[in-house]
């Protein structure tokens, strides 16, 4: 699996959403019409948020920590080539790094639903986002990785037909070369 093939802008899809959300915070201090822009989209999205909506989204963040718990584990306990080469190239740290920030951003959007009120609506939104641009990262990965799995394992395969063919083939000779020296033996004690 090689680094380049993960699209560059992928590692900094949290980074983005932190800094978008520290503006938004920033930018809602400092200047009155920005704060009523901020308003105005916080009721439309209080609006769209109803209360069932937003349990389902605190299920859904939960049930990805299990998945991805779930996915860890599996990659932590089998061994796969993809997860063979990522510790050879020593990349399993953006792996680890990838798996830990889709955690945590569920964790927090959980969290954060359960404690704390819907008073910053336009923060839910950003932690629902961030949530789902973590859900994406993680999916590409897992999918390079699977892609990485499936050609290797045909690679694998193939070579060990080659090396079965090949195996037959040395039988065969040593087969046909022991019918020769028992004719040869039988020959002889004529």
Same mark, same amino acid.
């Given at each position: 699996?090689?680094?380049?093939?993960?699209?560059?802008?992928?590692?900094?899809?949290?980074?983005?959403? %932190? +800094?978008?959300?520290?503006?938004?915070?920033?930018? $809602? *201090?400092? &200047?009155?019409?920005?704060? @009523?822009?901020?308003? /105005? !989209?916080?009721?439309?999205?209080?609006?769209?948020?109803?209360?069932?909506?937003?349990?389902?989204?605190?299920?859904?963040?939960?049930?990805?920590?299990?998945?991805?718990?779930?996915?860890?584990? %599996? +990659?932590?306990?089998?061994?796969?080539?993809?997860? $063979? *080469?990522? &510790?050879?190239?020593?990349? @399993?740290?953006?792996? /680890? !790094?990838?798996?830990?920030?889709?955690?945590?951003?569920?964790?927090?959007?959980?969290?954060?639903?359960?404690?704390?009120?819907?008073?910053?609506?336009?923060?839910?939104?950003?932690?629902?986002?961030?949530?789902?641009?973590?859900?994406?990262?993680?999916?590409?990965?897992?999918?390079?990785?699977?892609?990485?799995?499936?050609?290797?394992?045909?690679?694998?395969?193939?070579?060990?037909?080659?090396?079965?063919?090949?195996?037959?083939?040395?039988?065969?000779?040593?087969?046909?070369?022991?019918?020769?020296?028992?004719?040869?033996?039988?020959?002889?004690?004529?």
């Amino acid at each position: 699996m090689n680094k380049k093939k993960i699209p560059k802008f992928i590692p900094k899809i949290e980074l983005v959403f %932190v +800094f978008l959300i520290v503006s938004v915070f920033i930018l $809602s *201090k400092v &200047s009155p019409s920005f704060m @009523n822009l901020l308003n /105005i !989209t916080e009721v439309k999205l209080a609006n769209y948020f109803s209360s069932d909506r937003i349990s389902m989204i605190s299920n859904s963040a939960f049930i990805l920590i299990g998945v991805y718990a779930t996915i860890t584990a %599996v +990659f932590g306990s089998g061994k796969s080539m993809a997860t $063979s *080469k990522l &510790s050879k190239k020593d990349l @399993n740290g953006d792996f /680890i !790094t990838c798996i830990s920030f889709s955690m945590i951003s569920s964790l927090i959007l959980g969290f954060y639903i359960i404690f704390l009120d819907d008073k910053y609506i336009y923060l839910l939104f950003c932690l629902i986002i961030w949530t789902i641009s973590s859900l994406i990262r993680f999916l590409i990965i897992i999918l390079l990785m699977y892609s990485y799995n499936v050609k290797t394992f045909k690679k694998i395969d193939r070579q060990e037909k080659e090396n079965y063919e090949n195996m037959m083939d040395v039988l065969t000779e040593i087969s046909i070369e022991l019918k020769r020296i028992k004719n040869i033996i039988k020959d002889e004690e004529k």
